[in-house]
């Protein structure tokens, strides 16, 4: 095996939920890269449509297809199951994206932002994945398991709430249901891995990073002294979902530069010291 056939994802098919932005189009584009047909979901399916047709257009190996479904609700599930269905047989890759988050202070955060935020999040991966857990065992076999990559937060490592209280909370119980199904669907051929990003540009973190003084001082923050780049998604996707990631399940792969390892540092946007 050569180096260049360890990332290889030519003949797979991916499913990545909250496809059209931010992280999600990230890895999009990181699985077209290594040759796979990737399907892009989100509840707006424009958006989707658009974003698969502008990877299409870079020429890359792989190709994008994208389409609307709602993976917060069990209505939502269903129609992204039969959207799905009606498309492939078979998934080789299932990327839990989808995500929201929520910002108030300590005496102001909302009752209805915990099951907003957790049902989405938690409840609504959990449900996708087990919905979809046939298409993965059918692409699955003893050498090449199929892969399921959630995604969660460096913000479910570290103890510090900063206002997105349920997010922080949502995000390490994804970390613990990774671990979760991991062993479970072990016996099944599927590998169950998750990401742990740090600040990367996104709609989500567009409060922090979306201008140069937030990127700046949230740069400060971070170790390695910058906010993510693109490629530091897709390297991780390719890595995780080819062939020289496959004897890995269980584990939270940190994409936060360090700041996994240096919690007396803050998160994002505090006041420089």
């Given at each position: 095996m050569t180096p260049q056939t360890l990332n290889d994802l030519s003949g797979k098919v991916a499913l990545v939920t909250g496809g059209a932005t931010g992280i999600g189009r990230m890895a999009a584009e990181g699985l077209v890269a290594a040759g796979a047909r990737v399907l892009i979901a989100s509840r707006k399916g424009e958006a989707c449509e658009a974003v698969a047709d502008e990877l299409n257009a870079l020429g890359l190996p792989g190709t994008a297809e994208g389409f609307g479904a709602d993976v917060g609700t069990e209505d939502g599930i269903k129609a992204l199951s039969e959207a799905l269905r009606a498309r492939t047989d078979k998934l080789h890759i299932l990327m839990n994206n989808a995500g929201r988050t929520w910002g108030a202070p300590m005496g102001n955060f909302p009752y209805e932002a915990w099951g907003k935020v957790l049902g989405l999040n938690v409840t609504g991966?959990?449900?996708?994945?087990?919905?979809?857990?046939?298409?993965?065992?059918?692409?699955?076999?003893?050498?090449?398991?199929?892969?399921?990559?959630?995604?969660?937060?460096?913000?479910?490592?570290?103890?510090?709430?900063?206002?997105?209280?349920s997010y922080a909370v949502s995000k390490s119980a994804v970390h613990h249901m990774t671990r979760v199904l991991a062993n479970e669907l072990a016996a099944d051929r599927i590998t169950v891995n998750a990401i742990a990003p740090g600040p990367f540009m996104s709609?989500?973190?567009?409060?922090?990073?979306?201008?140069?003084?937030?990127?700046?001082?949230?740069?400060?923050?971070?170790?390695?002294?910058?906010?993510?780049?693109?490629?530091?998604i897709a390297g991780t996707l390719q890595f995780l979902c080819g062939r020289g990631g496959s004897y890995i399940t269980g584990a939270i792969i940190p994409l936060s530069g360090g700041m996994q390892v240096a919690t007396a540092q803050a998160a994002f946007l505090e006041d420089d010291a």
């Open positions: 991966m959990f449900h996708v994945t087990q919905t979809l857990l046939d298409l993965l065992r059918a692409a699955a076999t003893d050498d090449d398991p199929a892969r399921i990559v959630n995604v969660g937060s460096v913000m479910g490592e570290i103890p510090k709430g900063q206002g997105a209280y709609k989500m973190m567009a409060f922090a990073i979306g201008h140069e003084e937030g990127r700046r001082k949230t740069a400060a923050s971070v170790p390695l002294g910058r906010v993510g780049r693109e490629e530091d």
